[in-house]
């Protein structure tokens, strides 16, 4: 089932909380996910919780039925819950995902975690122009065109079709139009539009 179903319709979509967290390591105060060098994918969601809607328990137990469906045909490492918990009108969840299909194929988005010569192989374009990255700060004004890109350096990249927090293990160096640096190895795609992120 869609995240976008699933979780907006029990938790409600993408609020900014803050406060104590449950979540350890990548600890995003919005929803968000990070990309390992092993090709795991941790992702952490923050939403606010109506309890006249639904209980804890249903919340459990609806992403519990989820996950195994989903794990039923992918294997039962493919998704598995770290933790869930609701306190204060506030729900945090921590999933991981055994490889980016995964994540994607459970949360039916489009998502890819490779690099420039796979995503090409994968049907992405690098349509539009791209703004350089130097430690952690967008080089504004200077952009360059995708096209070049794909003839050039082999880098790292991350393909986001949804407005989240992304997390990569290395240093960004160059983000497509529309995607906001939040620091060295952080950024944030801000609409549903297919959006790339290049680290090494």
Same mark, same amino acid.
């Given at each position: 089932?869609?995240?976008?179903? #699933?979780?907006?319709? !029990? !938790?409600?979509?993408?609020?900014? !909380?803050? *406060?104590?967290?449950?979540?350890?390591?990548?600890?995003?105060?919005? +929803?968000?996910?990070?990309?390992?060098?092993?090709?795991?994918?941790?992702?952490?969601?923050?939403?606010?919780? =109506?309890?006249?809607?639904?209980?804890?328990?249903?919340?459990?137990?609806?992403?519990?039925?989820?996950? +195994?469906?989903?794990?039923?045909?992918?294997?039962?490492?493919?998704? &598995?819950?770290?933790?869930?918990?609701?306190?204060?009108?506030?729900?945090?969840?921590?999933? %991981?995902?055994?490889?980016?299909? =995964?994540?994607?194929?459970?949360?039916?988005?489009?998502?890819?975690?490779?690099?420039?010569?796979?995503?090409?192989?994968?049907? /992405?374009?690098?349509? *539009?122009?791209? !703004?350089?990255?130097? =430690?952690?700060?967008?080089?504004?004004?200077?952009?360059?065109?995708?096209?070049? #890109?794909?003839? $050039?350096?082999?880098?790292?990249?991350?393909?986001?079709?949804?407005? #989240?927090?992304? =997390?990569?293990? $290395? &240093?960004?160096? /160059?983000?497509?139009?529309? %995607?906001?640096?939040?620091?060295?190895?952080?950024?944030?795609?801000?609409?549903?539009?297919?959006?790339?992120?290049? /680290?090494?």
């Amino acid at each position: 089932m869609k995240r976008g179903y #699933l979780l907006a319709t !029990l !938790l409600g979509f993408c609020c900014f !909380l803050t *406060g104590c967290s449950i979540l350890e390591g990548f600890s995003p105060e919005v +929803t968000g996910v990070s990309v390992s060098r092993n090709g795991t994918v941790t992702e952490v969601v923050r939403e606010s919780f =109506d309890a006249s809607y639904y209980s804890e328990e249903e919340l459990k137990s609806a992403v519990e039925n989820e996950i +195994t469906d989903y794990n039923s045909s992918h294997g039962d490492k493919a998704v &598995k819950k770290k933790s869930l918990e609701v306190k204060d009108g506030e729900a945090q969840m921590r999933l %991981v995902y055994d490889s980016y299909q =995964d994540y994607a194929g459970f949360n039916h988005v489009d998502f890819y975690v490779g690099d420039i010569n796979g995503a090409i192989q994968a049907g /992405y374009a690098f349509e *539009g122009s791209f !703004l350089p990255v130097s =430690d952690g700060k967008a080089a504004e004004g200077s952009n360059v065109w995708g096209s070049s #890109l794909m003839s $050039g350096t082999n880098y790292k990249t991350v393909v986001v079709s949804e407005a #989240l927090l992304v =997390d990569v293990p $290395g &240093k960004i160096c /160059y983000v497509s139009d529309g %995607v906001k640096v939040t620091g060295k190895s952080e950024a944030v795609t801000e609409d549903s539009n297919v959006a790339y992120i290049l /680290y090494e």
